[in-house]
């Protein structure tokens, strides 16, 4: 498990480019060294800081007195989760081959 720690630390959410400026973040890295997402309690931890992640992410693109930029936000805050989605299922996935190796 320590090893799938050292080589998938964090995953990264990754604002849709139609949304992003140049002066405005990219990305932002969620850590997932401490959880065990081989376990229920883990793999909801680890949605909750994909979630503010994508939302601070998201929120930091659009000027949110616009109307219009509800939508936006909603939908980069969607399409920021989807892309943090296979990571996520990556990271899962190796933490089960890595307890069955284990064992």
Do not use: W, Y
Request: include cysteine.
């Amino acid at each position: 498990m320590k090893r799938l720690h050292a080589l998938l630390a964090a995953t990264s959410l990754v604002a849709s480019a139609n949304a992003a400026a140049a002066s405005v973040p990219q990305s932002i890295t969620v850590k997932v060294g401490t959880l065990d997402l081989r376990s229920d309690k883990g793999q909801r931890i680890l949605a909750m800081r994909i979630q503010r992640a994508a939302i601070a992410l998201c929120r930091s693109q659009v000027v949110p007195s616009l109307p219009s930029n509800f939508r936006q936000e909603r939908e980069c805050i969607r399409e920021a989760k989807a892309s943090a989605e296979a990571a996520v299922k990556t990271l899962t996935a190796a933490a089960s081959l890595t307890s069955s190796k284990d064992s």
